[in-house]
């Protein structure tokens, strides 16, 4: 297969840089009408028929002759068998991730709090896991058993008491290394069952799949547009858009650890972005060479081509505060510091998923292994939102305990912004409340 890139250029001291740049990324996860319509009818069908929407669906799209719900359901049994059909390697690589995973997420568990004013009135904050969360894994040859470590161990971590996974299996086709990581990461129940109508069983529950309270995990066109209609119903984690990275460069890298870099996220699909800034227009020459020569090298080459040329740029700035400021105008997914002091830079930035520190810190070690979670804003909402972790899967429920004296004197102050409301039945309630001897003076 032949393949050749032709990466945007931008130049931040061009006139027309803002509006290149908002071009370039522009991304709507829309769903058209017929998607949108299609969602609504599978997720009436679950609600309405249940168990048998669920196997009349799988047997439809996924191609699995099921003859009831039961054919469905895998054990933890079956989750224990996958160890023993993966590789060594792999289970030690999954096993490892997994630690790593779940030490870094121990740290962010959150402890209930209170404190005690002097008049004796409590307040605090109670910190509560989730009962039940559903964890949506993609099947089939697209599956990341990465993905389910990083969704399920933090809700495990927050103490949710159920986790419940689906993932499809078209064509019968079971991903070993997927119930491996489903097992070590500690997942409750599985259900082979995907799309929207897997999203509705878990935000509305069948006779067999259980209703949850969050719903989290990437999917298809389908399965973010479910994730769209059952949120209020359920929680969501997000509704993610392509993957993304931007990289800046102070043009002292290998060019070609750059160009792999970049090819590490737009080999995930054609819409995904890579991007690279630099104040040095040479280095940016050499990426591009190096681009041009390790392409033709890669398993998924098209992939990436047409990422590349459709959403990629080399963006040269002035200086590496410009390139800080570009970066900030981005709020990519991942963002790779891959200069000399990374540390230095670290404070200018306000916006990104992950910030990958150095020039020997990879997106992809990321992705698998360093420990932070995976699940990232996309899109520019890192301007607003963070990773997945453990807060997702804890509720947090204030604690308000007034002493008679504490009562009485918030009373006064509810008194008059309640009448200030016209809302006298939320004063007098707090009147009450106020001792005879004050409401005497």
């Known amino acids: 297969m032949t393949v050749s890139t032709a990466i945007a250029r931008l130049n931040a001291a061009d006139p027309d840089f803002t509006r290149h740049l908002d071009h370039l990324l522009s991304w709507e996860s829309v769903s058209d009408d017929a998607v949108n319509q299609r969602v609504l009818d599978i997720i009436k069908a679950v609600r309405e028929r249940g168990d048998a929407a669920l196997v009349e669906f799988t047997q439809r799209f996924d191609g699995v002759d099921a003859k009831s719900i039961d054919d469905l359901i895998l054990g933890r049994e079956r989750l224990e068998l996958a160890l023993t059909r993966i590789t060594p390697g792999q289970r030690e690589a999954l096993e490892k991730a997994a630690n790593r ?38 099947g089939g040859k697209a599956s990341y058993p990465s993905s389910v470590l990083m969704n399920a161990i933090p809700a495990k971590v927050a103490g949710v008491a159920e986790v419940v996974m689906v993932v499809p299996t078209p064509r019968g086709e079971v991903n070993e290394l997927v119930l491996a990581a489903a097992c070590i990461a500690g997942v409750d129940r599985v259900f082979t069952v995907g799309g929207a109508q897997a999203v509705a069983a878990l935000a509305y529950g069948t006779e067999s799949v259980p209703q949850v309270d969050k719903i ?3 999917g298809n066109i389908y399965v973010a547009t479910a994730k769209r209609h059952v949120f209020g119903q359920v929680g969501i984690d997000m509704i993610a858009g392509p993957s993304e990275i931007l990289v800046v460069c102070d043009g002292q890298t290998d060019p070609d650890w750059i160009a792999m870099d970049l090819f590490s996220q737009a ?16 280095f940016l020459d050499r990426v591009a060479a190096s681009i041009d020569k390790l392409l033709p090298t890669m398993e998924r080459a098209g992939i990436i081509e047409k990422s590349i040329n459709g959403r990629g740029a080399l963006i040269q700035v002035r200086d590496m505060q410009q390139a800080m400021e570009v970066a900030n105008r981005i709020a990519p997914e991942h963002l790779e510091l891959s200069v000399a002091d990374p540390q230095a830079w670290l404070p200018h930035i306000r916006h990104a998923g992950a910030i990958f520190m150095g020039r020997h810190t990879s997106e992809a070690l990321g992705d698998y292994c360093a420990g932070p979670n995976h699940v990232l804003p996309t899109s520019g909402t890192a301007r607003f939102s963070s990773p997945l972790g453990v807060y997702d899967f804890q509720k947090r429920s204030s604690i308000i305990f007034c002493s008679e ?37």
């Open 101 to 138: 995973v779940r030490m870094y997420h121990e740290r962010q568990k959150q402890d209930s709090w209170q404190y005690t004013e002097a008049d004796g009135t409590v307040l605090g904050q109670k910190v509560t896991p989730l009962d039940r969360a559903g964890l949506y894994v993609p």
């Open 216 to 218: 989290v995990g990437p």
């Open 267 to 282: 080999e995930h699909d054609e819409d995904a972005q890579a991007i690279l800034v630099s104040p040095d227009a040479a």
């Open 405 to 441: 004296q504490g009562a009485s004197e918030l009373g006064h102050t509810a008194s008059v912004l309640a009448r200030g409301e016209s809302l006298t039945a939320h004063a007098r309630s707090a009147e009450y409340r106020i001792l005879t001897q004050e409401k005497g003076n």
